[in-house]
């Protein structure tokens, strides 16, 4: 009979935690013992992908199919650990493709039962966030979290480890999202956001781009006339016949689309007198970003907290992180967990707590 918590101790500092991640295109294993991280293994079908010009759902969802329990097998043995160390199982339910979802989370099921271990469902954002606690042990809230991936792009106030306000977000494209679409414009191969930064590295930030994005509106975003202004831009100069430099074009979209993201997250901080700034989401491996808001935070006194750049992009690790947030909290999930492909920013942690788990929290 599964009774995940009948001999497991919810009040364990260090649980063990094996956190498993296929939302897109890596398929992800990762091994942590409170905030140490024993183990990050990864196998990524983006080569494949690339042939392509960007995700195609079902070879994501195969590829996803092939590799994980390999993978799991590995992040296992590499961490040092036997089986029956692992306390609980976290996965990502959502949000993200969701045939690729639902091979982790059928997987995780599985292997929960097989164990007779908990199993914790994850919002795949929320481990974005939960990956600066694993940069920083020392880390405790509150602070202020920039979140910029391909999918969400937000700033917020984290008063908790369970609990943020969003005090601006996206009004339209998310920045990763837009990263991608500029690169397609100019011909650049996927994953966009990579190429367009190794592209601006050879170029100046000297074309106009829409000012809208400079400031005001409070502390949301606007990306959709942006990529606009980029796409325009580069089809007037073709249709005329005259030559434009792509790393022109990616340099000044890069500055565009980062410095508002600097401007505010610092203004956030000083409003909210928080004296520590977080980031989380692909975008944070941008270089371009990174080198400015950490000499925007010296300017001003505060703490930056920036996760290496593999920990910023899909990992584990992150929804290993917030799987241990969600132990501490007892919130657990039952076999008929299900994946979600969308997922509101808003939305507290919707996990299917077991009859079990309630039970225990009740005692």
Same mark, same amino acid.
Do not use: W
């Given at each position: 009979?599964?009774?995940?918590?009948?001999?497991?101790?919810?009040?364990?500092?260090?649980?063990?935690?094996?956190?498993?991640?296929?939302?897109?295109?890596? !398929?992800?294993?990762?091994?942590?013992?409170?905030?140490?991280?024993?183990?990050?293994?990864?196998?990524?079908?983006?080569?494949?992908?690339?042939?392509?010009?960007?995700?195609?759902?079902?070879?994501?969802?195969?590829?996803?199919?092939?590799?994980?329990?390999?993978?799991?097998?590995?992040?296992?043995?590499?961490?040092?650990?036997?089986?029956?160390?692992?306390?609980?199982?976290?996965? !990502?339910?959502?949000?993200?493709?969701?045939?690729?979802?639902?091979?982790?989370?059928?997987?995780?099921?599985?292997?929960?039962?097989?164990?007779?271990?908990?199993?914790?469902?994850?919002?795949?954002?929320?481990?974005?966030?939960?990956?600066?606690?694993?940069?920083?042990?020392?880390?405790?809230?509150?602070?202020?979290?920039?979140?910029?991936?391909?999918?969400?792009?937000?700033?917020?106030?984290?008063?908790?480890?369970?609990?943020?306000?969003?005090?601006?977000?996206?009004?339209?494209?998310?920045?990763?999202?837009?990263?991608?679409?500029?690169?397609?414009?100019?011909?650049?191969?996927?994953?966009?956001?990579?190429?367009?930064?190794?592209?601006?590295?050879?170029?100046?930030?000297?074309?106009?781009?829409?000012?809208?994005?400079?400031?005001?509106?409070?502390?949301?975003?606007?990306?959709?006339?942006?990529?606009?202004?980029?796409?325009?831009?580069?089809?007037?100069?073709?249709?005329?016949?005259?030559?434009?430099?792509?790393?022109?074009?990616?340099?000044?979209?890069?500055?565009?689309?980062?410095?508002?993201?600097?401007?505010?997250?610092?203004?956030?901080?000083?409003?909210?007198?928080?004296?520590?700034?977080?980031?989380?989401?692909?975008?944070?491996?941008?270089?371009?970003?990174?080198?400015?808001?950490?000499?925007?935070?010296?300017?001003?006194?505060?703490?930056?907290?920036?996760?290496?750049?593999?920990?910023?992009?899909?990992?584990?690790?992150?929804?290993?992180?917030?799987?241990?947030?969600?132990?501490?909290?007892?919130?657990?999930?039952?076999?008929?967990?299900?994946?979600?492909?969308?997922?509101?920013?808003?939305?507290?942690?919707?996990?299917?707590?077991?009859?079990?788990?309630?039970?225990?929290?009740?005692?």
């Amino acid at each position: 009979m599964y009774d995940p918590l009948k001999n497991i101790d919810l009040n364990k500092k260090d649980p063990i935690i094996l956190g498993i991640e296929t939302s897109c295109d890596e !398929t992800a294993a990762a091994v942590i013992c409170g905030r140490k991280i024993l183990s990050d293994e990864i196998a990524s079908s983006a080569s494949i992908q690339a042939l392509y010009g960007g995700v195609v759902p079902e070879i994501a969802s195969r590829a996803h199919t092939d590799y994980v329990a390999d993978v799991v097998e590995r992040a296992v043995k590499n961490a040092g650990i036997s089986y029956q160390d692992i306390d609980a199982v976290a996965v !990502t339910y959502g949000a993200g493709l969701l045939g690729a979802l639902l091979v982790g989370v059928s997987f995780a099921k599985a292997f929960a039962y097989a164990l007779n271990k908990p199993l914790i469902a994850v919002n795949h954002i929320r481990g974005h966030l939960a990956a600066a606690y694993l940069d920083s042990p020392d880390l405790k809230p509150p602070f202020v979290t920039l979140l910029a991936s391909g999918g969400h792009t937000a700033i917020l106030y984290t008063k908790t480890e369970s609990e943020f306000e969003i005090l601006g977000a996206t009004l339209d494209d998310a920045a990763g999202e837009a990263f991608d679409k500029v690169a397609r414009v100019l011909g650049l191969k996927y994953p966009g956001g990579p190429n367009i930064e190794r592209c601006a590295l050879n170029g100046q930030a000297n074309i106009p781009m829409p000012k809208m994005l400079k400031g005001g509106g409070g502390y949301n975003f606007s990306y959709s006339g942006l990529k606009t202004a980029v796409i325009n831009y580069c089809h007037t100069k073709e249709q005329k016949n005259e030559e434009y430099s792509k790393a022109d074009v990616a340099a000044s979209f890069q500055s565009a689309a980062v410095d508002v993201l600097v401007e505010k997250v610092i203004a956030a901080a000083k409003e909210k007198r928080s004296k520590c700034v977080t980031v989380g989401g692909g975008v944070a491996a941008n270089g371009y970003l990174r080198q400015s808001l950490q000499a925007a935070c010296d300017k001003y006194g505060l703490r930056l907290v920036l996760p290496e750049k593999r920990y910023c992009t899909d990992n584990a690790a992150m929804i290993a992180s917030e799987g241990l947030v969600q132990f501490r909290l007892g919130n657990f999930a039952d076999m008929s967990l299900n994946a979600k492909a969308s997922i509101p920013l808003a939305a507290t942690l919707e996990t299917v707590q077991s009859k079990a788990a309630k039970e225990k929290k009740e005692v």
